[in-house]
């Protein structure tokens, strides 16, 4: 018995050993792997997935990758081609092995413009700014239409478009006030109307420049936002060419301005 107990200690110090080991490290094995699994969600829209400045896909998505602790979290609209398209930026911790399901709604972005620029836009009862202006807000909170109004031009009522962005846009009509016949103004020249033409077009390529320069400089910045999230090559182009076109039509605001201010002075 002693013989037997001497040759099966070795062995059996072994075993158990190995069993021991085993059981040990099972545990921190299974916890190492626990990752975390998280869901998101953006309703009827699909937007793109940054987790820690990497890609993660397009929601609806699930990832059960995520190690335990804090976490950066950024959604992109998905039509990266609009100069209208949003974020979302988040900072989240999860714990060891959590499940967790996030939902996020995109603000409505709504860009009205009027010609000529300068109008006030009044949403509901409130002032909201002057075009051009960029309305950013809950979908639930902006009315169907809105109003927009100039010194000197009727009160005109816009319809929002469908859908979390777009543009609204409007022609503004003057308000055209009667002379009394014995005003001098009855009398004047057929050389005094072509005058008054020639400041009306004047003045109207002035302000149709100067709206499409406000236009193409605001859809640079949104195009150079997104080359900054994404590093995509062509929206830096886009970004070049729509700085180049904005400064085009400052260009040719300024040279209507100076045509403008010509025929003012010399009638």
């Known amino acids: 018995m002693n ?97 967790r399901t996030l939902r996020y709604a995109f603000d409505r972005r709504v860009m009205v413009i009027t010609d000529p620029s300068g109008a006030l836009v009044t949403v509901g009862d409130s002032v909201a700014g002057t075009t051009p202006l960029v309305l950013v807000s809950r979908s639930t909170d902006l009315p169907p239409s809105i109003t927009v109004e100039r010194k000197g031009y009727e009160k005109t009522a816009i319809l929002l478009p469908a859908g979390n962005s777009g543009v609204a846009a409007a022609v503004l009509h003057k308000i055209w006030q009667s002379e009394p016949l014995e005003s001098p103004l009855m009398l004047e020249s057929g050389s005094s109307e072509r005058r008054g033409l020639r400041l009306y077009i004047a003045g109207g390529a002035t302000v149709a420049a100067g709206v499409a320069a406000a236009y193409f400089k605001i859809k640079a910045d949104g195009k150079n936002a997104l080359y900054q999230d994404t590093g995509d090559p062509a929206l830096q182009r886009d970004t070049h060419r729509l700085d180049i076109s904005a400064a085009l039509a400052l260009l040719a605001t300024q040279v209507a301005f100076a045509f403008f201010t010509y025929f003012l002075l010399s009638d």
């Open 3 to 99: 013989m037997l107990r001497k040759g099966c200690g070795i062995p059996a110090l072994m075993i158990c050993s190995l069993f021991t080991g085993l059981a040990r490290g099972g545990p921190r094995d299974s916890a190492a792997t626990a990752f975390c699994r998280l869901t998101l969600r953006t309703g009827n829209d699909t937007a793109w997935v940054f987790i820690d400045s990497l890609r993660a896909g397009r929601t609806p998505l699930t990832v059960d990758s995520l190690r335990e602790g804090r976490h950066t979290l950024r959604l992109v609209q998905s039509d990266l081609g609009s100069w209208l398209t949003g974020s979302i930026n988040d900072t989240l911790f999860l714990a060891q092995g959590e499940e």
